[in-house]
């Protein structure tokens, strides 16, 4: 048994669950329905995040990598109209 004072969620206001709401705070099945379905909400915003975060560093480094590319050939075309511009 865990020394913690506090309920799950949803368990109802005054057992360390409640606060988040009416249903929550009544307790109960519907509280902790109420509770997990939060928690699902909150746990697949993040994912949705997250995922979001990882595509736009991935087209970040695309984008520099062609930068990278286009600046290359620049400095090849600019080194060759210098030797062409010597002889």
Known sequence: ????????LGSGAGKG???GGSI?????SFGKMEAAREE???YK?????LERLKND???QAEFHHQQIKEHE??????KKFLENLGK
Do not use: P, V
């Open 1 to 8: 048994m865990s020394s913690s004072q506090l309920g799950d």
């Open 73 to 78: 050939e620049a400095i090849q075309r600019h």
């Open 17 to 19: 669950g409640g606060g």
């Open 45 to 49: 915003k993040q994912k949705d995040q």
């Open 40 to 42: 699902e909400y909150f």
């Open 24 to 28: 929550r705070e009544a307790g109960g």
């Open 57 to 59: 560093q991935i087209h």
